[in-house]
């Protein structure tokens, strides 16, 4: 039988973040632009150099609270974790926003809409230090 699984995006180690950002620039090349306004990863300090940084990404969740809230079914589950975006069911209210428990749905504001990871793992090419993996939707967790 054949089994179908998704990957999602993981930290590894946190600790092994720079906050060099090229993840970011990465995603956002996805769409043949430059800067950081379309990443769907996002770095930033947790606030004093030693104190490192903070990673968010998609954690691929198997119950999506950011899917439960959205009162037009824009957002999909996705086998067997995570969430695809139909931007033409979207009415923008940002409800998915703040039901992300982990903050990892941002805000594309040249199209108005949410922008969510896609799970494709290009970013995790250009991370140098071994900061983010893809790996199978639920095999192990990372520290978050
Ligand atoms: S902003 Fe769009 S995707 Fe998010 S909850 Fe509202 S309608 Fe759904
Ligand atoms: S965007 Fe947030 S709530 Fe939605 S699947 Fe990803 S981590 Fe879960």
Redesign the pocket.
Known sequence: MLILKANRLVVVDYDLCVGCQCCMFACTRRFAEAGLSRSTIHIKSAGGFERGFVVTV????SE????KVCPTDALVFRKPG??TLIPSKCIMCKNCVD????G??FWDEEVNKPA?CVYCGYCVGYCAYGVIKLQPVGEGEDRR
Not at 58 to 61: E, H
Not at 64 to 67: E, G
Not at 99 to 102: E, F, M, P, S
């Open positions: 998609c954690k691929a969740c999506p609270p950011c899917m995570g969430v039901a992300c428990t982990v990892a749905v969510i």
